[in-house]
């Protein structure tokens, strides 16, 4: 695999979400949810584990307060534009700097399950049916 491939995720409904260089079963995942760690940066894929958003996604305004085994958690839910699944979410500042209050940007944790690759899409989508143009 060339470290210049790039890996392409999409939502169940097939709508492109995310890039990244490593493939998404690489990526470091949270105990809790198995979620997978994104990390977002500046400059384009340039570390193992860094993603690009392809602008498919809307965030939920407001987070939602999950009780956990060891405190509690905020979170702002990451949706596809399309058909609105929750993809991930991003994790509050708060979490990490007592004093901020808003969605920290610069992670986010795709949930399982929500997203599949370019190559499974293809795989599971029945692209032998050919199609009939009707003349004009």
Known sequence: MAESEVHTYHCLCTELVVATRTPLQSFPKRKADHAAICKFSASDL???????????TVDDAEPIV???????????????????????????????????????????????????????????????????VAGG
């Open 66 to 132: 999950l009780k956990l085994d060891d405190g509690f958690e905020k979170r702002y839910a990451a949706r596809c534009i399309r058909c609105d699944l929750q993809i991930g979410y991003w994790l509050d500042k708060s979490q990490f700097e007592p004093e901020q209050r808003r969605k920290r940007e610069d992670v986010l944790y795709l949930l399982p399950g929500g997203l599949m690759s370019t190559e499974e899409m293809r795989e599971n989508k029945d692209m032998g049916k050919e199609v009939e």
């Open 46 to 56: 340039p570390v193992p584990g860094a993603a690009l958003l392809s602008g498919s």
